[in-house]
């Protein structure tokens, strides 16, 4: 069994992280809420674009994070298919 990886973050960045995702976490709940009361379906697309567009934001400054930290400590320690996992981490957050 493969032991369980961490990553440290600074205590900024984990707080930036934290409310980035808290204010995503506010706008998924506010999508629900116009699904509910039946606003109207163009309005509803406009929101969950602007939730997908925060999410991105969050995966693109963790994806930075990775490439800057997790990869190049990795890669120095002679882990080159650490550079597989990025191929398959890039794919997923394409999607």
Do not use: N, P, W
Request: charged share 35%; glycine share 6%.
């Amino acid at each position: 069994m493969e032991a369980e990886r961490k990553t440290f973050r600074d205590d900024k960045m984990k707080a930036d992280l934290i409310s980035r995702l808290k204010k995503v976490e506010g706008q998924v709940k506010g999508v629900s809420r116009m699904v509910d009361e039946d606003v109207y379906c163009d309005d509803i697309i406009h929101q969950i674009s602007a939730v997908q567009a925060a999410l991105d934001a969050v995966g693109k400054q963790v994806l930075e994070k990775h490439l800057r930290g997790c990869l190049v400590d990795r890669i120095q320690a002679g882990e080159i298919e650490v550079v597989d996992e990025l191929l398959v981490t890039i794919k997923a957050l394409l999607k």
